[in-house]
């Protein structure tokens, strides 16, 4: 008997109290939200949760602004850091492409500065060539200028005997002409 009024006395007790429990909102958080990215779901005061997840972490609002802070400051300094690589990969490249375009600058100019070499050689050669005529022709005008020197000479004294001769005669014909008279 005793069982008995144990059984109608907890029958309605726990049809009750099942009651209330199903009159609460009951939120699950099932297994998979350990893997869950993204922000985590927000606990709220007077509610019932039932965790399926072997690990859970309780942060008050502070501390999650803190990390959360955290998390989009090294978001940025990756999007910075992408940045400035891309940056510096046009920068590399616009150098290589630049680097190129001074090699074949310098080999225009390597070839230039042989073709000007060139012409250079062949204008020494031909200007040896005018300045050995021109010696040859000095040489030939020095040697003509010493000839016509050797017969000046040759003239003056010629001249000067001859004017000599003249004047001798010129004496002697005027002493045979004084004496005569």
Known sequence: MKTLVFLLLALPIRTVYCQEIDSLE???????????????LMVQKDRNYVFR????????KKSFLAIKNV???????????????????????RNIDLERKLSINF????????????K???TIGLTQKALDYTIYSLE???????LIEQRNRR??????????????A?????ALIGTSL
């Open 170 to 174: 010129g004496i002697g014909t005027g």
């Open 140 to 146: 030939q005008a020095t040697n003509s200028l010493e």
């Open 26 to 40: 009951v939120m699950e958080i099932p297994v998979s939200y350990a893997d869950r990215i993204g922000e985590p």
């Open 53 to 60: 997840t072997p690990d859970i972490y309780l942060v008050n």
């Open 107 to 118: 080999m225009q100019n390597d070839s230039l500065d042989l073709h000007i070499h060139q």
């Open 71 to 93: 998390y989009q400051s090294a978001i940025n300094q990756d999007k910075m850091t992408s940045d400035l690589i891309e940056k510096y990969t046009q920068t590399l490249r």
């Open 155 to 168: 003239h003056r004294k010629k001249t000067i005997l001859e004017n000599i001769l003249i004047g001798i």
């Open 120 to 122: 250079n050689q062949t």
